[in-house]
């Protein structure tokens, strides 16, 4: 029975990482196509998109709608959340659907309500793009932010801190804040991956006038597969320095907590958080 | 005092608010006026639902994401069970590693995704090769560019999300076994019938309809390795709205509005299935 | 002087009437407890005192000012989580030291505060410790340090003690008596445990519904319990009701209709003044130090309990004749 589990496990292991291996050494390929082993291996594919300024005006690109995104969220979404959370419980059940968002509007409905509304000029279509991935942002955050709360029990820290003296804004920077930062940065790090690698609601609403790291693959994929599969290495090792920072973060989390109360069961904050498969289809 | 800081803590709402508004309320209420309207937005007819329900160049979206769908999701599902009853009975550091490992490939479906199955599967694909010097040929009961590759090509991201929602069921029942078992000395095929089924039902039942509803709304995937050749719902919308040579917005809109609806439909499906099962529980 | 008054306090909650034309009021430098089973309120009033949940009517008063309509932060009053509520980013010293920073004080008196109130609760090695590394009883001194370096007028604990260990809880429920005699502390302290009520206050409230049952001493409230409520609530009374009672001791002057017995008050043994009672022992408890025995009689069913001194006889009786006084009957109003 055990033996039969391993196995099962390794071969969803190999399902999962067999395209990443072809495409990581369809990179390497001089060419690959005639025979069933590459013919050769080369490192110019890297060398020659390392020096394609159109490659780093795209991951500028994408860095910059991420970041400006990610910093409305923060400042909006998260004070929102824990507010909610901790004083406005009758607005609590406005929340608890957004979970549900990203199925029961896809982003292809969504972008294109946004298209219709402002290639007016109105508002700038940048502004516009990153209205719509803040939206998507939504259950990544309200479900990081939440659990974080649960587990410190920020109603009882905040009701302590104001007992003690401290005003509502004074307790939620030097109590709350300090206290979720952890459920904050796994968050952030989670909604980072998917700004970073949006394309949907990017293609639809800019295309072509704005070109993130993920519609330049598909462009350079058009015309040169080995050049597309060193852009897609080169990606997948950015997020996964990110993913190592998510686990460094959860398990300092699960340490902390652990600490905290001793029979109180870690909630993992990352683990199971079906949210973070959505984004990228 | 309390009523003065309720009002304080409600307006600092408001940002959030207006975001709600204008990039998801606005733009939704929009859409869905369009979708009654013309080509420049007015009058008020059903003539754009009429025309996507009678005419196969719409409708035909509808059935091939939904048969897309219905397939990817049955194979994941299916796929996914085994890995999920597997890793339930691995030890805790298993466990956490493949959900991150999982958590880590979610990065890598769309445009990578569709080129890394073109290069197993396409047209001088690695595994097409391999069949060809077997003497078997590929291209003569499978083409990656059409429906059936795109059923193939999601597959990949369903097992992963379909473990992630099965697993902590399979989890807790593996529990509820060794209680049965130490208590009442319950046979497997009791505790199946008993226990065990009734309580995944509603997590397999729900993660099907998850992962049926995540299959229709795949865009990336399905653009990139189909372009426009295999109609769907989600391409079919986009190129209305977006596309420079048949732009017709309306329609798109009207796309959108009844694709939003059927999602919503199999979701409050999903709801309604998992509150009949849960009634004892809850 | 009364030190605490709320008059006809009423506290709605979630539409909910939660407290009742709730009256009561404190002396100075007391231990009381506020006692009843879990759902009556005791929360919910300890809540309205501190004015983390604001009132519908009445009047709280402190030290004779109206603090009615007070933001908690300038009530001067403290608060003892059950959950303790320590701050898992801050220090121990800089847990305690949170409320002084707050009233601004200059940072050596800060530490030295701290550091006098640490040795006072017996966690002066723990200073530079996070919340997180303490056990639960530990964790809960430094909540009571906390709240107490402060100096507030009132210092609420709500079930301070219910999360910990039976050993640790008898043990810090000691230390904290010994604390607030030393420091002359007013104190509420919330528990639905009678035990630990009557062992560590100067007075008990009984609640129940929303509003008080009954004040007193422990040993009024345990001996003179005066209504049906507060004798089932404490100690397990026998009730019985004017037929019975009349019965066994003829007609009564006192009105009533229902009334209590303790069951350690009858006797097996002949008693002056007692009236007695034939029955069978059908049932026996050992409840720790005491036998509870359930006895058939003529009357009813009635519950005696005896020290439990592993006698034999105890054991084997089975016939047995009760002995009870009048005086140990207690009537209960409504
Ligand atoms: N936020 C709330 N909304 C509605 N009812 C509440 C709320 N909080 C507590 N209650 C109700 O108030 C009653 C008293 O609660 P509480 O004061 O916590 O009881 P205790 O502390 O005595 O156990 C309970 O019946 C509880 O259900
Ligand atoms: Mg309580």
Same mark, same amino acid.
């Given at each position: 029975?055990?033996?039969?589990?391993?196995?099962?496990?390794?071969?969803?292991?190999?399902?999962?990482?067999?395209?990443?291996?072809?495409?990581?050494?369809?990179?390497?390929?001089?060419?690959?196509?005639?025979?069933?082993?590459?013919?050769?291996?080369?490192?110019?594919?890297?060398?020659?998109?390392?020096?394609?300024?159109?490659?780093?005006?795209?991951?500028?690109?994408?860095?910059?709608?991420?970041?400006?995104?990610?910093?409305?969220?923060?400042?909006?979404?998260?004070?929102?959340?824990?507010?909610?959370?901790?004083?406005?419980?009758?607005?609590?059940?406005?929340?608890?659907?957004?979970?549900?968002?990203?199925?029961?509007?896809?982003?292809?409905?969504?972008?294109?309500?946004?298209?219709?509304?402002?290639?007016?000029?109105?508002?700038?279509?940048?502004?516009?793009?990153?209205?719509?991935?803040?939206?998507?942002?939504?259950?990544?955050?309200?479900?990081?932010?939440?659990?974080?709360?649960?587990?410190?029990?920020?109603?009882?820290?905040?009701?302590?801190?104001?007992?003690?003296?401290?005003?509502?804004?004074?307790?939620?920077?030097?109590?709350?804040?300090?206290?979720?930062?952890?459920?904050?940065?796994?968050?952030?790090?989670?909604?980072?991956?998917?700004?970073?690698?949006?394309?949907?609601?990017?293609?639809?609403?800019?295309?072509?006038?704005?070109?993130?790291?993920?519609?330049?693959?598909?462009?350079?994929?058009?015309?040169?597969? +080995?050049?597309?599969?060193?852009?897609?290495?080169?990606?997948?090792?950015?997020?996964?320095?990110?993913?190592?920072?998510?686990?460094?973060?959860?398990?300092?989390?699960?340490?902390?907590?652990?600490?905290?109360?001793?029979?109180?069961?870690?909630?993992?904050?990352?683990?199971?958080?079906?949210? +973070?498969?959505?984004?990228? +289809? | 005092?309390?009523?003065?800081?309720?009002?304080?803590?409600?307006?600092?709402?408001?940002?959030?608010?207006?975001?709600?508004?204008?990039?998801?309320?606005?733009?939704?209420?929009?859409?869905?006026?369009?979708?009654?309207?013309?080509?420049?937005?007015?009058?008020?007819?059903?003539?754009?639902?009429?025309?996507?329900?009678?005419?196969?160049?719409?409708?035909?979206?509808?059935?091939?994401?939904?048969?897309?769908?219905?397939?990817?999701?049955?194979?994941?599902?299916?796929?996914?069970?085994?890995?999920?009853?597997?890793?339930?009975?691995?030890?805790?550091?298993?466990?956490?590693?493949?959900?991150?490992?999982?958590?880590?490939?979610?990065?890598?479906?769309?445009?990578?995704?569709?080129?890394?199955?073109?290069?197993?599967?396409?047209?001088?694909?690695?595994?097409?090769?391999?069949?060809?010097?077997?003497?078997?040929?590929?291209?003569?009961?499978?083409?990656?560019?059409?429906?059936?590759?795109?059923?193939?090509?999601?597959?990949?991201?369903?097992?992963?999300?379909?473990?992630?929602?099965?697993?902590?069921?399979?989890?807790?029942?593996?529990?509820?076994?060794?209680?049965?078992?130490?208590?009442?000395?319950?046979?497997?095929?009791?505790?199946?019938?008993?226990?065990?089924?009734?309580?995944?039902?509603?997590?397999?039942?729900?993660?099907?309809?998850?992962?049926?509803?995540?299959?229709?709304?795949?865009?990336?995937?399905?653009?990139?390795?189909?372009?426009?050749?295999?109609?769907?719902?989600?391409?079919?919308?986009?190129?209305?709205?977006?596309?420079?040579?048949?732009?017709?917005?309306?329609?798109?809109?009207?796309?959108?509005?009844?694709?939003?609806?059927?999602?919503?439909?199999?979701?409050?499906?999903?709801?309604?299935?998992?509150?009949?099962?849960?009634?004892?529980?809850? | 002087?009364?030190?605490?008054?709320?008059?006809?306090?009423?506290?709605?909650?979630?539409?909910?009437?939660?407290?009742?034309?709730?009256?009561?009021?404190?002396?100075?430098?007391?231990?009381?407890?506020?006692?009843?089973?879990?759902? !009556?309120?005791?929360?919910?009033?300890?809540?309205?005192?501190?004015?983390?949940?604001?009132?519908?009517?009445?009047?709280?008063?402190?030290?004779?000012?109206?603090?009615?309509?007070?933001?908690?932060?300038?009530?001067?009053?403290?608060?003892?989580?059950?959950?303790?509520?320590?701050?898992?980013?801050?220090?121990?010293?800089?847990?305690?030291?949170?409320?002084?920073?707050?009233?601004?004080?200059?940072?050596?008196?800060?530490?030295?505060?701290?550091?006098?109130?640490?040795?006072?609760?017996?966690?002066?090695?723990?200073?530079?410790?996070?919340?997180? /590394?303490?056990?639960?009883?530990?964790?809960?001194?430094?909540?009571?340090?906390?709240?107490?370096?402060?100096?507030?007028?009132?210092?609420?604990?709500?079930?301070?003690?219910?999360?910990?260990?039976?050993?640790?809880?008898?043990?810090?429920?000691?230390?904290? !008596?010994?604390?607030?005699?030393?420091?002359?502390?007013?104190?509420?302290?919330?528990?639905?445990?009678? /035990?630990?009520?009557?062992?560590?206050?100067?007075?008990?409230?009984?609640?129940?519904?929303?509003?008080?049952?009954?004040?007193?001493?422990?040993?009024?409230?345990?001996?003179?319990?005066?209504?049906?409520?507060?004798?089932?609530?404490?100690?397990?009374?026998?009730?019985?009701?004017?037929?019975?009672?009349?019965?066994?001791?003829?007609?009564?002057? /006192?009105?009533?209709?229902?009334?209590?017995?303790?069951?350690?008050?009858?006797?097996?043994?002949?008693?002056?003044?007692?009236?007695?009672?034939?029955?069978?022992?059908?049932?026996?408890?050992?409840?720790?130090?005491?036998?509870? !025995?359930?006895?058939?009689?003529?009357?009813?069913?009635?519950?005696?309990?005896?020290?439990?001194?592993?006698?034999?006889?105890?054991?084997?009786?089975?016939?047995?004749?009760?002995?009870?006084?009048?005086?140990?009957?207690?009537?209960?109003?409504?």
């Amino acid at each position: 029975m055990k033996k039969m589990n391993r196995f099962i496990i390794t071969l969803f292991v190999a399902f999962m990482c067999l395209p990443i291996l072809v495409t990581l050494v369809y990179s390497f390929a001089t060419e690959w196509g005639k025979s069933i082993l590459p013919s050769g291996y080369t490192l110019k594919w890297y060398a020659q998109l390392y020096q394609d300024p159109q490659f780093l005006a795209a991951i500028s690109r994408s860095l910059i709608l991420t970041v400006v995104t990610l910093a409305a969220v923060l400042v909006i979404l998260v004070p929102s959340i824990a507010l909610v959370a901790i004083y406005l419980p009758k607005f609590d059940h406005l929340f608890k659907p957004i979970v549900l968002l990203p199925y029961a509007i896809p982003g292809v409905v969504l972008a294109t309500g946004l298209m219709r509304t402002y290639t007016n000029g109105l508002v700038p279509l940048f502004a516009v793009l990153s209205g719509g991935l803040f939206i998507y942002s939504l259950p990544f955050m309200y479900q990081s932010v939440r659990s974080s709360l649960q587990e410190i029990d920020g109603t009882r820290l905040m009701e302590a801190a104001e007992m003690l003296g401290a005003s509502k804004v004074y307790a939620f920077i030097r109590i709350l804040l300090p206290n979720i930062k952890i459920g904050i940065m796994v968050g952030s790090l989670l909604t980072f991956s998917a700004f970073f690698g949006e394309f949907q609601l990017t293609n639809m609403i800019l295309g072509g006038d704005f070109e993130t790291i993920r519609i330049y693959m598909l462009r350079v994929m058009k015309v040169n597969g +080995h050049l597309s599969s060193a852009v897609v290495m080169t990606y997948l090792i950015l997020l996964v320095i990110i993913s190592a920072l998510i686990i460094k973060l959860t398990n300092m989390n699960r340490k902390r907590s652990s600490m905290m109360r001793e029979e109180a069961a870690f909630k993992p904050i990352v683990k199971g958080s079906p949210a +973070h498969e959505l984004l990228n +289809h | 005092m309390q009523q003065h800081w309720k009002r304080q803590a409600q307006a600092c709402l408001l940002p959030l608010a207006a975001v709600l508004l204008l990039f998801l309320a606005v733009p939704l209420v929009i859409m869905i006026r369009q979708s009654f309207g013309d080509q420049n937005g007015d009058g008020f007819s059903f003539a754009n639902f009429m025309q996507i329900l009678s005419q196969p160049f719409y409708y035909d979206a509808f059935r091939n994401s939904f048969f897309i769908s219905i397939y990817s999701a049955l194979a994941g599902l299916v796929l996914a069970m085994f890995v999920a009853a597997a890793l339930a009975r691995m030890n805790e550091k298993a466990q956490e590693k493949i959900t991150l490992f999982i958590n880590m490939t979610a990065n890598f479906a769309g445009v990578p995704l569709a080129f890394a199955y073109i290069i197993l599967l396409g047209n001088a694909g690695l595994v097409t090769l391999i069949l060809q010097h077997m003497g078997i040929s590929l291209q003569s009961f499978f083409n990656l560019y059409s429906w059936q590759g795109l059923a193939l090509t999601y597959v990949y991201f369903q097992v992963p999300l379909g473990v992630l929602f099965l697993y902590p069921a399979f989890k807790g029942m593996d529990q509820r076994w060794g209680e049965a078992v130490a208590l009442l000395g319950a046979s497997r095929f009791s505790f199946w019938a008993r226990i065990g089924i009734p309580h995944i039902l509603p997590s397999v039942l729900g993660t099907f309809i998850i992962l049926f509803a995540n299959g229709m709304g795949t865009y990336e995937t399905a653009y990139a390795l189909v372009g426009g050749t295999v109609s769907l719902v989600t391409t079919r919308i986009a190129s209305s709205v977006s596309g420079d040579i048949f732009a017709q917005p309306q329609i798109g809109s009207a796309m959108a509005v009844l694709f939003s609806i059927l999602m919503i439909a199999v979701l409050l499906v999903n709801q309604y299935l998992l509150h009949l099962f849960r009634r004892d529980i809850k | 002087m009364s030190y605490l008054t709320i008059e006809n306090l009423n506290l709605e909650l979630g539409g909910k009437m939660i407290l009742k034309d709730l009256n009561l009021s404190i002396e100075k430098g007391q231990l009381i407890s506020l006692l009843g089973p879990s759902g !009556c309120g005791k929360s919910t009033l300890l809540r309205g005192i501190s004015g983390l949940n604001s009132i519908k009517s009445g009047k709280v008063m402190i030290d004779g000012r109206d603090i009615t309509k007070l933001a908690p932060k300038k009530r001067e009053v403290g608060m003892v989580f059950q959950s303790y509520a320590l701050f898992p980013n801050l220090t121990v010293a800089d847990n305690v030291a949170f409320g002084l920073a707050m009233k601004r004080i200059d940072k050596d008196t800060v530490s030295k505060k701290v550091a006098q109130i640490l040795e006072l609760v017996g966690l002066e090695d723990k200073a530079k410790s996070y919340p997180g /590394e303490l056990s639960g009883g530990q964790q809960q001194r430094v909540a009571l340090a906390r709240s107490i370096v402060v100096e507030p007028k009132v210092l609420l604990l709500d079930e301070p003690l219910s999360a910990l260990d039976a050993q640790i809880r008898k043990q810090l429920r000691l230390e904290l !008596c010994r604390l607030q005699k030393k420091l002359g502390i007013t104190m509420i302290f919330v528990t639905h445990d009678q /035990e630990e009520a009557m062992a560590i206050s100067d007075r008990i409230f009984v609640m129940h519904n929303g509003q008080i049952a009954q004040e007193g001493t422990p040993s009024q409230v345990y001996f003179h319990p005066s209504n049906e409520f507060v004798a089932g609530f404490i100690g397990n009374y026998n009730k019985l009701n004017k037929e019975q009672i009349e019965r066994l001791f003829g007609p009564l002057i /006192e009105e009533g209709s229902t009334y209590a017995l303790r069951p350690e008050a009858i006797e097996f043994t002949p008693q002056d003044d007692a009236v007695s009672v034939v029955g069978q022992i059908i049932e026996r408890h050992i409840l720790g130090n005491v036998v509870r !025995c359930t006895v058939q009689t003529q009357y009813g069913t009635l519950w005696v309990d005896r020290m439990n001194q592993g006698q034999a006889v105890l054991n084997d009786l089975k016939d047995v004749t009760l002995f009870i006084r009048q005086e140990d009957v207690v009537t209960l109003h409504q």
